[in-house]
């Protein structure tokens, strides 16, 4: 497995090796030693999978406040999303920041979302499958999310935004006096 970090400190994209023959391929979808370096003393507690119809919908922003925050690992099983992190830490140098990546079931790509950021994404090919890894249990106390639109955040999503769930259309715009997430 290669790591490679983004701008945001925690954003890492993990790019994994696959292995082909005439029967098909083979990868690694997880290893607690290749991934130490990003893992830490942390355990995946909960393994979650997301099925999303259509083109162009959008799902997030969403977090867990503390004391319940969670790194995520986030790999696409079938068809392509754009993934989208958002640094949401108090005194991060890339606070309200966000970075995206391409993550398909071609590309074989992993993004790792650490506590404190935000995660969304936008379904660039219809029927695409997610897996997320997580390192808290999930907590609806300590759920939150941001608007896909906020223009604080000003997320360049890559399609017009077919698709939003009641419940992402609710959250607020950031507030001006927004800090940011004490971990």
């Excluded at 925690?10 to 990003?38: M, N, P, T």
């Excluded at 695409?128 to 249990?137: I, K, Q």
């Amino acid at each position: 497995m290669n790591l490679r970090q983004t701008k945001i400190s925690g954003v890492v994209i993990v790019e994994r090796a696959v292995f082909k023959d005439h029967r098909g391929a083979f990868s690694r979808l997880y290893c607690e030693q290749e991934l130490s370096a990003v893992i830490g003393e942390r355990r995946i507690v909960q393994i979650n999978h997301s099925f999303t119809n259509t083109k162009g919908a959008v799902r997030g922003m969403h977090y867990q406040r503390p004391p319940h925050a969670e790194m995520k690992l986030i790999r696409c099983l079938k068809g392509c999303v754009w993934d989208v992190a958002v640094d949401l830490r108090a005194d991060s140098p890339t606070f309200l920041q966000w970075h995206a990546e391409e993550l398909s079931a071609e590309n074989h790509k992993m993004m790792v979302i650490p506590e404190g950021c935000a995660h969304g994404f936008q379904v660039l090919e219809s029927e695409s499958e997610l897996l997320y890894l997580h390192t808290a249990f999930y907590q609806p106390s300590s759920e939150a999310g941001l608007r896909y639109d906020d223009p604080r955040l000003a997320i360049t999503w890559p399609l017009p935004v077919a698709d939003l769930s009641a419940r992402d259309q609710q959250h607020a715009l950031i507030a001006s006096d927004f800090s940011g997430i004490k971990l």
